[in-house]
T-cell receptor
């Protein structure tokens, strides 16, 4: 069974469009994350939610809006897509750090290409 | 600003050799140092991790050496195998109200030649 799943795996769209990426985890974790991996493979955290509450919000354009309907889901909505948004986006999850959760489990990634 | 610096960017090792990847950090508040392995088209997966109160941790062929005073840590892969060919990321993490704020290094692309 897939622990952290993302849909879609590939997303090709034009500049100016709005798109969403969905993430689900079946590990029972309290915390979920979104990371961006650029063309040089650099991984950078974007957002973190703990029990549906936003914890980490790094310097990300407000065109990016995470939404957590419940603890098992963290979706990423992107408005007015730009060429620079092209990247691989990874969802991850972990136990609450206060409960000893250190390891983050990553999804397979969503490759977003903006043309 | 790069919180965790990693070198080398790429590494080519013969099968059976030792692969060594180095990382350095500045923020002494970091309290957990994982290494992630990423294969092409896949998400990163935790390989091995260490806390700053330990100087070395070994799991099979993988060893982390940690030097708290120098704020440096490294990954050693003994008896490197072609199946180890992947990109390796060091990272450091801060506790942030229940979440791990993971700061990644820039990655090292390891190629093990048969």
């Amino acid at each position: 069974d897939t622990a952290v799943s993302q849909t879609p795996k590939y997303l090709v769209t034009q500049m100016g469009n709005d798109k969403s990426i969905k993430c689900e985890q079946n590990l029972g974790h309290d915390t979920m994350y979104w990371y961006k991996q650029d063309s040089k493979k650099f991984l950078k955290i974007m957002f973190s939610y703990n029990n549906k509450e936003l914890i980490i919000n790094e310097t990300v354009p407000n065109r990016f809006s995470p939404k957590s309907p419940d603890k098992a889901h963290l979706n990423l909505h992107i408005n007015s897509l730009e060429l620079g948004d092209s990247a691989v986006y990874f969802c991850a999850s972990s136990q609450d750090r206060r409960a000893g959760g250190d390891e983050q489990y990553f999804g397979p990634g969503t490759r977003l290409t903006v043309t | 600003q790069q919180q965790v610096k990693q070198s080398p960017q790429s590494l080519i090792v013969q099968k059976g050799g030792i692969s060594i990847i180095n990382c350095a950090y500045e923020n002494t508040a970091f309290d957990y140092f994982p290494w992630y392995q990423q294969f092409p088209g896949k998400g990163p997966a935790l390989l091995i991790a260490i806390r700053p109160d330990v100087s070395e941790k070994k799991e099979g062929r993988f060893t982390i050496s940690f030097n708290k005073s120098a704020k440096q840590f490294s990954l050693h892969i003994m008896d490197s195998q072609p199946g180890d060919s992947a990109t390796y990321f060091c990272a450091a993490t801060l506790d942030q109200t229940g979440a791990n704020n993971l700061f990644f290094g820039t990655g090292t692309r390891l190629t093990v030649i048969p």
